[in-house]
C-alpha cells in the first residue's frame, strides 16, 4: 500500500476510532495516527495543536524507542510515555502484524486519569491493528 492510499484508508477507518476515543478520555486535546516515518495519516485533535509537528515527533520517538528496545535486547517497543506538569502525551505501536508500522500519539491535560487513558489508547490500537490486518489480508 503506498502512502497515499494508506492515508485514505486512514481516514476511512481509523479516523473515526481515534473520533471516539475524544468521547471516551476526558481531558483527550487530540489523538493522531502517524506513520513510523512521521507523517500525519489521521488525527481528531485541537485546532492548536500541531498536527503535523506531533507526527513528525511520534515517529522519532518511536524510531528512538525502537532503537534503544533494540540495544537493550527487548522484543520491540510498545508504549512511550511523556508526563509533564500540564498533561501527559502517550504514543503506541498500532500492532498490525508487521504489514505497516503505524503509531498513535495522544495528547491529555493533567486532568485525565492516567489508568483509564492507557486502556482507551490500547483498546484504539487494537481496533485500529485489527482494521489494517483486514484492508492488508483483503488487498
Known amino acids: 500500500m503506498n502512502a ?5 484508508w486512514a481516514l476511512r477507518h ?4 481515534l473520533s471516539q476515543m475524544r468521547n471516551d478520555v476526558p481531558g483527550l486535546r487530540g489523538a493522531v495516527l502517524a506513520s513510523d516515518d ?15 509537528k506531533l507526527a513528525a ?10 532503537a534503544t528496545a533494540r540495544e537493550a535486547g527487548l522484543d ?3 508504549d512511550i510515555i511523556v508526563d509533564g506538569d500540564s498533561g501527559k502525551v502517550v504514543v503506541m505501536s498500532i500492532p498490525d502484524g508487521g504489514v505497516h508500522h503505524l ?18 489508547c490500547r483498546k484504539c490500537c487494537v481496533a485500529i491493528g485489527e482494521e489494517l490486518g483486514r484492508y492488508a489480508r483483503a488487498a
Open 76 to 78: 520491540g517497543c510498545r
Open 57 to 66: 515527533m511520534a515517529g522519532a520517538m518511536y524510531g528512538l524507542c525502537a
Open 103 to 120: 503509531v498513535l500519539l495522544v495528547l491529555v491535560d493533567a486532568q485525565s486519569a492516567f489508568g483509564h487513558l492507557l486502556l482507551q
Open 14 to 17: 481509523a479516523l473515526p476510532h
Open 4 to 8: 497515499e492510499s494508506l492515508r485514505q
Open 38 to 52: 512521521g507523517f500525519a495519516l489521521a488525527a481528531a485533535i485541537d485546532d492548536t495543536a500541531p498536527t503535523a
